[in-house]
Structure formats: structure tokens, C-alpha cells
């Protein structure tokens, strides 16, 4: 199916942004390409842009199901979504129940350790800067977001966390930790952006006891480990048995 679409407003690492009709609503096309270490390491991956848009509208709303405000209006083609135009916030939250990937890099704690309180950390978006974490000091010093929005960015992230969390073990998937992407609308409202997918999570098969074969997500890739749209595809599988066909917007 060719889609109509106005020009290219934005093009990132996994999506292009398209202008469309409506001024207040963008057409969002998940691309192919894989990348990680700041697109150090690039590949082509067939049929990833589908599964992560399946994926992402089905999540964009079992959250809207909960309450929980996204940017998501709905899918108008396999690869493609309409979500809402939204000023997007240039912090990347990350919310880790366990602990894996950079914080067992950076710190000495475990890969696998149940954080309770799930951490929360931030991260600058800013791929020159190769996404550093920050500190309140430096939240402060950038200017970036407001003490009061900062509350309310992070109050999502655990709400988000709250709903998705149950979901997936029932699926019996270990959301090990996620990143959200958040904006502002029109309206003022703070919406969760972007999209919630393999690429942007990390998921563990409870029932594997395997520390590799468990990995349903992206470090399939980043450890090079094979297997990573087969990965992908159960996610979406499991995925799409809990949750209705997404809605189609055109
Ligand atoms: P990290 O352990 O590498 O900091 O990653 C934490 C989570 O954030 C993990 O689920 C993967 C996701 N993530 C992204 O979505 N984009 C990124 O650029 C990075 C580094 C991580």
C-alpha cells in the first residue's frame, strides 16, 4: 500500500517523521534498519519496522486502555502510525525492575538483581553527546526540563511501568527495564511518545533459564547473538494474543 504523506519533518536511527494532512498529526514510518553504540553498528533487518509498529500500537493502547496519555492515534499501514504532533522532551527515561546492560557496565551491581524501587535514571537525548546520563546538578544546569515536569515526566514512566510490568509476565515476558520518550502537545499535555518495542525494552523469556537464549529483545543484536528477528516475532506474537487488532486510522 503506497501511503499519501506531506515531507520528511524528521529522520532518526529506527523512523522518519512525516508531515500529513492534519497540522496537529504526523505519520510516523518504522524503519528496517538496526542500529546500536550510537549507530556504530548498523544493520538491515527485514520485517523489524513492522513487528515495532505492531507492537508499539498494541502497547500505545492497552496504555490508553489504563488511562495513560500517548501520542498514538492509531496504525495506517504495517510500517506506518499517526500519532499526535508533539514537542518531544530531549530526556530519554529509562526505568530498570532489574538490573542488566549499562547500569552492570557502569556500576557493581549484578545482571539480574531486582530493583525495588525500579531505578530511574535520565539520559540527555543528544546523539553528538552519545546520550549521557544525568544528575539533577546538570538537569538544573541544561535548563532542559522544569523541576514540576520532571515530577510529572517521572510519575508517567512509573505508571506506564505499573501497567506494563503485570502485562508482560502474564505473557510470561521479564520486563527488565525500558526507555520512554516523552512530549508536550498542543494542549500542554505530557504524553508518552515515540514507540515501546524490543528496540526500546529489554524482555527475558521466564520460562528459559538460558542468560542468552532468554533475550527476546535488541541485545539479540548487540551481543550479536542471532535469532533477532525470530526474537522480535515472538514478542509480537505473545503480544498480539492479549490484545485487539490495532485501530486503523485511514
Ligand atoms: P542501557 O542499559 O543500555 O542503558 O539501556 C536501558 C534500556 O534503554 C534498554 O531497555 C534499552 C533502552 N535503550 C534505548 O531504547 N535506546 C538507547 O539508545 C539505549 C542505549 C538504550
Not at 520528511?8 to 522518519?16: D, I, S, V
Not at 500519532?83 to 557493581?108: K, M
Not at 531505578?119 to 540527555?124: A, E, G, Q, R
Not at 538544573?140 to 510519575?155: I, K, T, Y
Amino acid at each position: 500500500m503506497t501511503i499519501t504523506h506531506g515531507e520528511l519533518l524528521y529522520e532518526g536511527k529506527a523512523k522518519r517523521i512525516f508531515a500529513c494532512q492534519d497540522p496537529q498529526q504526523v505519520l510516523v514510518e518504522f524503519k528496517n534498519d538496526a542500529t546500536a553504540f550510537n549507530a556504530q553498528k548498523k544493520a538491515q533487518l527485514e520485517n523489524k519496522g513492522r513487528l515495532n509498529c505492531l507492537i508499539s500500537a498494541c502497547l500505545f493502547e492497552l496504555l490508553e486502555r489504563h488511562e495513560i496519555p500517548t501520542h498514538y492515534l492509531g496504525v495506517s499501514d504495517d510500517t506506518w502510525m499517526v500519532v499526535q504532533r508533539v514537542d518531544v522532551i530531549p530526556i530519554e527515561v529509562v526505568l530498570r525492575n532489574t538490573a542488566a546492560g549499562s547500569l552492570c557496565r557502569e556500576t557493581p551491581i549484578s545482571q539480574g538483581t531486582a530493583l525495588d524501587p525500579a531505578l530511574l535514571d535520565l539520559y540527555y537525548k543528544d546523539d553528538d553527546f552519545g546520550d549521557p546520563l544525568l544528575t539533577d546538578a546538570r538537569i538544573a544546569l541544561l535548563g532542559v526540563v522544569s523541576f514540576e515536569l520532571r515530577q510529572r515526566m517521572e510519575d508517567l514512566v512509573r505508571r506506564v511501568n505499573a501497567v506494563l510490568l503485570p502485562f508482560f509476565k502474564d505473557l510470561g515476558l521479564q520486563l527488565v527495564d525500558f526507555k520512554l520518550e516523552m512530549g508536550l502537545n498542543q494542549a500542554g499535555e505530557l504524553l508518552v511518545a515515540d514507540e515501546i518495542s524490543p528496540d526500546t525494552c529489554r524482555f527475558w523469556d521466564i520460562n528459559c533459564a538460558d542468560a542468552n537464549e532468554r533475550i527476546l529483545d535488541k541485545d539479540r543484536f548487540r551481543k550479536d547473538l542471532g535469532g533477532v528477528i525470530e526474537a522480535y516475532g515472538e514478542v509480537c506474537k505473545r503480544v498480539q494474543g492479549a490484545c485487539p487488532q490495532p485501530r486503523n486510522c485511514r
